[in-house]
């Protein structure tokens, strides 16, 4: 079993910050890529960021320069930091992580979500 619990979200003003952690745990090989998702009410989960073993990062055009994706692969953590943040980046955000458990089968997990709310 593996499982990720995210942290960190919260209501801020535009223009603000927050820093959302995604840790996971469990009987954990290996994580491969690891991503944050968000759901706003009525749309479709989407990709806001990943990022891969060897750190390489990849985002969505609407966060591209305000949101930074980092881990931490000693602790199973990983980072989003969101500044600039607009009314629009209101959703639940999700992490999500695959790769290999130590009984070498693979895994897919999500954690619960995270409510983020920017005010206008």
């Known amino acids: 079993q593996v499982q990720l619990v995210e942290s960190g979200g919260g209501l801020v003003q535009a223009g603000g910050s927050l820093r959302l952690s995604c840790a996971a745990s469990?009987?954990?090989?290996?994580?491969?890529?690891m991503g944050w998702y968000r759901q706003a009410p009525g749309k479709q989960r989407e990709l806001v960021a990943s990022?891969?073993?060897?750190?390489?990062?990849n985002y969505a055009d609407s966060v591209k320069g305000r949101f930074t994706i980092s881990r931490d692969n000693a602790k199973n953590t990983m980072y989003l930091q969101m500044n600039s943040l607009k009314p629009e980046d209101t959703a639940v955000y999700y992490c999500?992580?695959?790769?290999?458990?130590?009984?070498?089968?693979?895994?897919?997990?999500w954690g619960q979500g995270t409510q983020v709310t920017v005010s206008s």
């Open positions: 999500n992580a695959d790769g290999i458990r130590t009984t070498w089968s693979p895994f897919v997990s």
């Open positions: 469990g009987s954990i090989l290996r994580i491969n890529a």
């Open positions: 990022i891969s073993s060897s750190a390489s990062t």
